[in-house]
């Protein structure tokens, strides 16, 4: 935290504790709502918040709310009178009120929809109906929709009238007598209009939007790819449902990229904040994956212990296990996250994946023969240096058979963990599953036992020919 928002937290909590009014005020003209709800968030008594809501003016407050954590708002919302709930209702927008309530308790919900006006509750229970994580989910009612053929003029007078209770003015969506979304009109060219020009002869003709189904993070894509402002969603008679608002957008972007960083480390995201989760939360986020992983890993034992014959025969083997696990898990997890990266970037999709992992494959090939081959050569000197490698080697032909083996499967490990990790993540998209999901951690399992199986695979051939016998 700078010196500055120090200063500042200083004097919000003074102002709190002293009841500074006219202070309190002060900082609300001077200090972002976010950074004033993060001190709020650190105090103690959520109750004695409710003086803010009481000085400071309700436009202001509105904001500063949808900025608290969840825990800090639930106190509130059961703190308030009911003339303070629908104060905060009728100042704040919408999809920020259906923020709030998503993750309250039932009897907080019911209570607080009793003050949403009339003509809101409607938008608000569709909102808190639609699935979750999709673009009807994010989105805002507050935006300006007009039938095509209205005049420039009669449109700018009533944003004019009406803009500031909106959430956006910078896109403006039309509609037919249908309520068809049939054009978007910037507000530039809105502004150097002629006033007697309709809507309709201005409009942008080519214009995006997106289904209420889709997903939040394809919404989030397409606001990166066509550098956004608002994007209209329709419903699947094409009638505008909702629009999507740039602000609301950079909130998924976060959420997205760090549940990808969550699951990609192998733990379920976090719902909220990391120093606001306890210990037993996250243990419960931690546990489920090093489970599974335990349960894939089993068979790395069984592969182990179908070999130890041949293990006693050549025990120089186990010395290289886990070069080669190590190898082959950190080759896939090369692979794994330029994936998965590539894949929530669009950068292609599924019907690629043939292309993608020809590609994949010769790289690996490429890899693989330069790892394995200066493996062979570092192998060779280890053999070569007396005491460092303890064998009961007589000759230099079976370390340099040895050596053969081992990198020869470093080569095939490294081959199979790219194709695997390269797999996975389009297999997790056909399934219509988060590609995070095939992270490093389960991708390194996978190979570990592919890994071994190539190992001893290799080895036996090697021992059936007569190189061992």
Not at 83 to 89: F, H, K, M, P, S
Request: proline share 4%; hydrophobic share 45%; glycine share 4%.
């Amino acid at each position: 935290m700078s010196r500055w928002l120090e200063k500042k937290e200083s004097e919000f909590n003074h102002a709190l504790t002293s009841r500074d009014v006219k202070k309190m005020r002060a900082l609300f003209n001077k200090v972002p709502t976010v950074d004033l709800a993060e001190f709020a968030d650190k105090v103690e008594d959520p109750s004695s918040l409710t003086f803010i809501f009481k000085v400071v003016p309700s436009e202001l407050t509105a904001d500063f709310f949808t900025e608290l954590n969840d825990d800090t708002q639930e106190a509130l919302l059961k703190i308030f009178s009911d003339a303070q709930l629908v104060e905060l209702i009728n100042k704040s927008y919408t999809d920020d009120i259906v923020d709030v309530l998503e993750d309250m308790p039932a009897n907080l919900v019911t209570r607080a929809l009793k003050f949403v006006p009339k003509e809101r509750r409607e938008a608000v229970n569709k909102l808190l109906n639609y699935k979750e994580d999709t673009a009807a989910s994010i989105m805002t009612t507050e935006y300006f929709q007009f039938h095509s053929d209205i005049k420039v003029s009669e449109a700018m007078k009533i944003i004019r009238e009406k803009g500031k209770s909106k959430e956006t003015i910078y896109t403006i969506f039309l509609r037919d007598d249908k309520r068809t979304l049939v054009g978007t009109v910037d507000l530039d060219d809105l502004i150097f209009a002629d006033p007697n020009q309709t809507l309709d002869e201005i409009k942008n003709k080519e214009f995006l939007f997106t289904q209420a189904d889709t997903d939040q993070e394809e919404v989030a894509a397409k606001f990166k790819k066509y550098d956004l402002h608002a994007l209209a969603v329709v419903n699947k008679e094409q009638k505008l449902v909702g629009v999507i608002t740039f602000d609301d957008i950079m909130d998924v972007m976060e959420q997205e990229t760090s549940e990808d960083i969550a699951l990609q480390s192998g733990v379920v995201p976090l719902k909220d904040e990391y120093v606001e989760t306890k210990p037993w939360r996250m243990a419960l986020k931690c546990a489920p994956w090093l489970i599974v992983l335990i349960v894939i890993g089993v068979f790395s034992e069984l592969v182990l212990s179908q070999f130890q014959e041949k293990l006693a025969i050549v025990p120089a083997l186990i010395f290289f296990i886990p070069v080669l696990m190590d190898t082959g898990g950190n080759a896939g997890g090369q692979t794994c996250g330029l994936i998965i990266r590539a894949l929530a970037l669009k950068e292609f999709e599924v019907k690629d994946f043939p292309k993608v992992v020809w590609k994949e494959i010769k790289t690996a090939a490429l890899t693989g023969l330069i790892v394995s081959s200066f493996a062979f050569c570092v192998f060779l000197i280890e053999f070569s240096i007396p005491g460092l490698i303890k064998t009961d080697f007589t000759d230099f032909t079976r370390p340099l058979i040895v050596s053969g083996i081992v990198a020869l499967a470093l080569f095939c490990a490294i081959v199979l963990s790219k194709f695997v990790a390269c797999a996975l993540p389009f297999l997790a998209v056909r399934l219509k599953k988060d590609p995070a999901l095939t992270s490093q951690p389960f991708v390194t399992t996978i190979v570990d036992v592919c890994s071994l199986l190539i190992y001893f695979g290799i080895f036996t051939i090697f021992y059936v020919t007569g190189f061992f016998g």
